[in-house]
């Protein structure tokens, strides 16, 4: 039985991430990367699929957890009748070594609690159960083909069912260590770290890091765990950052709607810089800056709307039939095919990112100006084609405004950098493309007779996307255009106080079935309820989106507000980039809202 996305907390090392249950399970692991196979899939079937758990053995334990302060270091706090005890989580930083290190603390607190550990690692998405034997130290290691890895604790363990089982009592002062080591197979097996050594570096890495932090507004304590969140996306050797640590996780419960967001996206480009340099975060800012520039050289027709972690093209899609899927929603893919969709927006987030970065004192990468150049001569007949859109519709290529909007944003900043930092270049020409743009979209992009900008020209449907159009400058907030679209909106696409993308029913997406609320659309509509002056209006949506975070500040992609649970990859980056900016938007300091022009 799938438990709740709401109940699992994220663990990481800046490399992978982990999953953690309030039962104290491990259900979702992928080692030693972020897109690497999981050898704990639970989250995606059951205990079968392998997965780690430590918990009281009374089955009617109560458990509360937190993070310890601005840190990614979990403690789960169990209560039973004998007494009470706490599990702490976390994963060591890797500084460059070749070995990734989970680490499971249990600590004795009130009189006596009887635990139990089961470990049941399954290599290759829960589909091979790994070879485990004991060493003469103790150590055990389960191995098959390249994977392995090495279970070390004072706690006495065996065998049962092919799981690593252990029960043990744990008296109040008491401190239990259990490390799981991953390591290549190839390689000789690894050193086990001294765990409260680990313990302290760990907190002192996340605590120096959060104190960096720039927001010191009324909804600190959010947009610390947004950006501790974020931190944990990025994969540190390359700064690229994933849109969320894994797959499948549903968009409809029993839907077909389940995606691998293990990848990086150019959409969320200059959400992701402005959120790190707006907080005082720019080595992060520049890192992204970097991968995004080694990801998308060479020729601009071959731009993707995503890469990997590492800049890699391709993510071809697979299916994984042997996996149940989360509460049975199938099919279970690995890999994201829209790698090789069209979308015409991307070219907007790459200009409009090496812009911000110009406009904030960061060093583009060497070529930048190059490369910005070609990108901009191929999209000056691109910009014309339809395309997949930002929300990679499978029912075929359309005239999307947002695409267009992008399109014209990526003239636009192309002009600014040329005027602002001497980038090189047929100015003229890249004006009169912004300016035919523009126009285009405001005649065949607004339908007079529904007051408001629609998805795709010809197309009577909404799309909330277009509210991005006074955030990144196309039209002031205040635009009759954009009031009465904003109020469309807000009537059709509206659920319970939060907004659908667009109508899933109405829209030709090539997916069948219905979606959650799409949270990042709700905050932009909170960025255009400020920019138009409604604050009132725009902090009760604000707390109510605050309010759909779990106990331990963690978004999702999507909420579903019939059943009042979270739906979608999780933790979502995009979500956490939006609660991000919507803060800075209130606090005046700019967020991803832009100076807007007059039309």
């Known amino acids: 039985m799938s438990r709740p996305i709401e109940d699992y907390a994220l663990i990481g090392d800046c490399e992978t991430a982990a999953l953690v249950a309030n039962d104290g399970s491990i259900d979702w692991l992928c080692w030693p990367r972020f897109d690497s196979p999981a050898c704990l ?6 205990e079968r699929h ?18 310890l302060g601005d840190t990614l270091v979990l403690e789960t706090e169990f209560e039973t009748a004998e007494g009470s005890v706490a599990i702490i989580d976390f994963m060591s930083i890797r500084n460059a070594r070749p070995v990734s290190e ?12 009887g635990m139990r550990m089961d470990l049941a690692l399954r290599f290759d998405y829960g589909r091979i159960v790994p070879w485990v034997t004991r060493a003469d130290d103790g150590l055990l290691r389960a191995e098959a083909g390249p994977c392995s890895a090495t279970l070390s604790s004072p706690v006495s363990t065996h065998a049962d069912d092919h799981a690593t089982v252990a029960e043990f009592d744990v008296e109040a002062g008491q401190r239990l260590p259990f490390v799981l080591v991953h390591k290549a197979s190839h390689l000789p097996p690894p050193d086990i770290p001294d765990v409260e050594r680990a313990l302290r570096d760990t907190c002192g890495f996340w605590t120096g890091w959060s104190a960096r932090s ?3 507004g009324p909804w600190q304590d959010a947009v610390r765990r947004s950006l501790i969140t974020v931190k944990a996306l990025t994969y540190h050797p390359t700064g690229g950052i994933v849109a969320a640590p894994t797959t499948s996780l549903p968009e409809r419960i029993g839907g077909p709607r389940n995606w691998d967001y293990r990848y990086c996206w150019l959409r969320d480009a200059t959400f992701t810089l402005l959120s790190l340099i707006n907080a005082g975060h720019r080595e992060e800012a520049e890192a992204w800056c970097g991968w995004l520039m080694r990801s998308v050289a060479g020729v601009a027709a071959q731009t993707q709307p995503l890469y990997a972690i590492d800049g890699g093209h391709r993510t071809d899609e697979v299916e994984l039939d042997h996996l149940p899927g989360y509460a049975g929603s199938r099919p279970v893919r690995i890999g994201n095919g829209a790698y090789g969709q069209l979308q015409l927006d991307v070219f907007g987030s790459i200009v409009d990112t090496f812009h911000e970065a110009s406009a904030n004192g960061l060093t583009l990468p060497a070529g930048a100006h190059d490369f910005l150049r070609d990108l901009l001569a191929h999209l000056e007949t691109a910009w014309r084609q339809e395309d997949e859109g930002i929300w990679e519709v499978r029912g075929g290529r359309r005239h999307f405004v947002h695409s267009r909007l992008m399109c014209w944003v990526a003239f636009d900043r192309a002009v600014r950098l ?13 004006a009169r493309a912004r300016d035919a743009i523009h126009a285009e979209v405001l005649e065949r992009g607004y339908d007079e007779a529904r007051g408001a900008f629609v998805q795709a020209y010809g197309s009577s449907d909404l799309d909330a996307a277009v509210l991005l159009m006074p955030i990144l400058g196309f039209l002031p907030a205040n635009d009759p255009r954009m009031l009465s679209t904003t109020r469309v909106i807000e009537r059709e696409l509206m659920r319970d106080g939060l907004l659908l993308r667009y109508d899933p029913e109405a829209a030709s997406d ?12 709700s905050f932009w509509l909170a960025d255009n309820m400020i920019l138009q002056g409604r604050d009132d209006d725009a902090r009760e949506l604000y707390d109510r989106l605050l309010s759909l975070r779990n106990d331990v500040g963690l978004l999702a992609e999507q909420y579903d507000t019939r059943n009042r649970r979270l739906l979608g990859n999780f933790p979502q980056a995009f979500s956490h980039f939006a609660l991000i900016d919507t803060a800075f938007n209130f606090a005046g300091r700019r967020g991803a809202a832009r100076e807007a022009r007059q039309a």
């Open 418 to 430: 040329a005027h602002e930092f001497g980038l090189d270049g047929p100015v003229e020409r890249w």
């Open 102 to 113: 989970l680490v499971r603390l249990v600590v004795g607190r009130r009189g006596r609690v």
């Open 510 to 521: 090539g997916v069948d079935g219905e979606e959650g609320a799409f949270l990042a659309c």
């Open 50 to 67: 392998g997965r780690w758990r430590i918990a009281p053995r009374d089955a009617r334990a109560r458990s509360r957890r937190r993070y």
């Open 41 to 46: 899939a639970a989250l995606l079937g059951d």
């Open 214 to 216: 720039d927001y010191t």
